[in-house]
């Protein structure tokens, strides 16, 4: 069964600090993978999208890579500020299938304090 | 910018009542999604629709069903609404069939079934 695996569940840091979320998966053949930030009480919201031969990509202060050898990716935050205090859900698709065969992490959920 | 809305934040409902949930988008997307959302759990699909009119069940149909007259609608319908159907109900939609399209999600809906 395809599985993502996100670490930490739950994360606390310091205002401008980085921080870097782990992402595993076992999803195979795999095309893309996506992580999302959902706010509290809202829906989730793409952040980066990576194909099977990327290996990273950045949008402002967050950067994702990926290494498919080893099925994983990191989502890696810098500078912190409080509005980054959010759930971080990593999304792998398959190869084969469409929107529907998307497989969902858990989230690591982030909060960021003054 | 792409709007995905849904009828309702919050809902409390009584067990055994018929529960409808509402979801619009307004990007004249072909594919439309319900997923619950649960603690500890990733995003589960419920049922998909690429097509008005069409209807496909997901990892989780047992207890739902769903109707899509227009194509700017996506309705998930609670028959007969049980205490395990309490959940964070998340509607999302997306184009083409490409793997590749981001899916864009709704604030989301909080049911609560007691």
């Known amino acids: 069964k395809n599985q993502v695996e996100q670490s930490p569940q739950s994360l606390i840091i310091l205002e401008g600090k980085n921080c870097t979320l782990q992402?595993?998966?076992?999803?195979?053949?795999?095309?893309?993978l996506r992580w999302y930030k959902q706010d509290t009480g809202r829906g989730p919201v793409s952040l980066t999208i990576?194909?099977?031969?990327?290996n990273t990509k950045s949008n402002g202060r967050y950067t994702a890579t990926l290494d498919a050898d080893t099925k994983q990716s990191s989502l890696h935050i810098t500078a912190s500020q409080l509005s980054d205090s959010a759930s971080y859900i990593c999304?792998?698709?398959?190869?084969?299938?469409?929107?529907?065969?998307?497989?969902f992490g858990t989230g690591t959920q982030l909060k960021v304090e003054l | 910018d792409v709007k995905v809305t849904q009828s309702s934040r919050y809902l409390v409902k009584r067990t055994g009542e018929k529960v409808f949930l509402e979801c619009v988008q307004d990007?004249?997307?072909?594919?439309m999604f319900w997923y619950r959302q649960d603690p500890g759990l990733g995003l589960r699909l419920i049922y998909f629709?690429?097509?008005?009119?069409?209807?496909e069940k997901g990892d989780i149909p047992e207890g739902y069903s769903v109707s899509r007259e227009k194509k700017e609608r996506f309705s998930l319908i609670l028959e007969s609404a049980s205490t395990n159907q309490t959940s964070m109900y998340l509607c999302?939609?997306?184009?083409?069939?490409?793997?590749?399209?981001?899916?864009?999600f709704g604030p989301g809906t909080r049911l609560t079934v007691l």
């Open positions: 999304v792998v698709t398959p190869l084969t299938g469409g929107g529907n065969k998307l497989t």
């Open positions: 999302a939609s997306s184009t083409g069939t490409a793997v590749y399209n981001e899916q864009f």
């Open positions: 990007m004249d997307h072909e594919n």
């Open positions: 992402c595993n998966y076992t999803v195979s053949p795999f095309s893309n």
């Open positions: 990576m194909t099977f031969s990327e």
């Open positions: 629709s690429y097509d008005v009119k069409m209807k």
